[in-house]
């Protein structure tokens, strides 16, 4: 039962565009967010979070919108930059106090020059 | 400040025999987790421990799998035996854990294991 879910499973955008990463969940119950990126031959590394009592969270280059009516968040990157090529995991949990997370299956985004 | 220590990182094995993976979290992280990773979906959580206690094993197949956390430290996970869909990498991540807050939540990934079954 895939409670997280990635339908882009990849996303091509220049380098000094934005990058737009969707993610949709299905359980009511999740109440903390949170992005993490990989690259090739790596562990995930944590990105960037919101909780459900945001709408926004801004870090540098790195902005996530969360709308809780429609159970959709989202990732910008602004500017996109060659490094930023890597897969992006969208993950959720039911916190506090529950710190499982559940993960959607991934974006592989490629910043082109 | 040392990440999480997994090894070895890549193995091949023949289906039904055994392997077993070693993780070291990070320094002072009390919550480990083990997760599976099947080539071209998100990493799915097989168990957790909170300190040498476990927390949640419900998508851990007992019948062929199994973890400790002996000392509330080091922690192996091992397949006994392995079939072909055991082919995927295999995750360890800690956390400071159950201290309340949602920064808690932040997990911290070793480098994986790559498990081929043959």
């Known amino acids: 039962d895939q409670q997280v879910k990635q339908n882009s499973p990849s996303l091509s955008v220049q380098e000094g565009r934005i990058s737009i990463l969707n993610c949709d969940y299905t359980?009511?119950?999740?109440?903390?967010f949170l992005w993490y990126k990989k690259y090739p031959a790596e562990g995930p590394t944590f990105l960037i979070s919101i909780s459900s009592i945001k709408d926004k969270n801004e870090d540098g280059r790195f902005t996530v919108f969360l709308n809780k009516s429609a159970k959709h968040l989202s990732l910008h990157i602004v500017p996109s930059q060659p490094g930023d090529s890597a897969v992006y995991f969208c993950a959720a949990s039911a916190g506090p106090g529950d710190y499982k997370l559940s993960f959607g299956a991934g974006t592989t985004v490629t910043v082109r020059a | 400040e040392a990440g999480v220590a997994q090894s070895p990182r890549y193995k091949i094995i023949e289906k039904r025999q055994s392997v077993a993976f070693w993780c070291n979290p990070i320094?002072?992280?009390?919550?480990l987790y083990w997760y599976q990773q099947i080539l071209g979906q998100g990493p799915k959580l097989l168990i957790q421990f909170q300190n040498n206690g476990v927390v949640d094993d419900s998508q851990l197949p007992k019948d062929r799998f199994s973890a400790e956390r002996l000392k509330g430290v080091d922690s192996t996970l091992k397949i006994q035996p392995a079939k072909l869909e055991d082919s995927a990498v295999y995750l360890c991540a800690s956390s400071l854990g159950l201290a309340g807050g949602y920064s808690y939540n932040e997990q911290f990934f070793g480098p994986g294991t790559r498990l081929t079954v043959l």
């Open positions: 359980n009511s119950m999740f109440d903390y």
């Open positions: 320094s002072g992280h009390a919550t």
